[in-house]
């Protein structure tokens, strides 16, 4: 299976940002997440997958609370997540410096 392409590369907000939003059509599955903590301080991560009419919260957290170590990353591959049909969204914020990667693919509805 390909690992997908890079659907999001991106320095994360203080605040909940939406960070990609699936086509018209289709269908997206994440492949692999990558977040590189770029500060010499911890700190935490919050991504959510919501659905179309949805907002982020508990229950679509994905990443809730994820702790980052200081100058470190985490990396987490393979097909785990269905993010869901056109118009659901990945949503993320954190409370220090990351830098996210998400790879996926985007596949007809």
């Not at 492949?31 to 010499?40: D, E, F, L, P, Q």
């Not at 229950?59 to 659901?88: H, R």
């Amino acid at each position: 299976m390909s690992k997908g392409e890079n659907i999001v590369r991106v320095d994360l907000a203080s605040s909940l940002t939406t960070l990609y939003k699936v086509p018209k059509g289709k269908r997206a599955e994440v492949t692999s997440i990558r977040a590189v903590n770029r500060s010499t301080a911890d700190c935490v991560i919050y991504i959510y997958f919501v659905g179309s009419s949805g907002t982020a919260g508990d229950a679509n957290a994905f990443w809730y609370k994820m702790p980052m170590p200081a100058d470190k990353q985490v990396l987490v591959e393979d097909t785990f997540a269905v993010v869901g049909l056109e118009d659901s969204t990945i949503q993320a914020y954190t409370t220090g410096s990351i830098t996210l990667h998400i790879d996926g693919l985007e596949v007809q509805a």
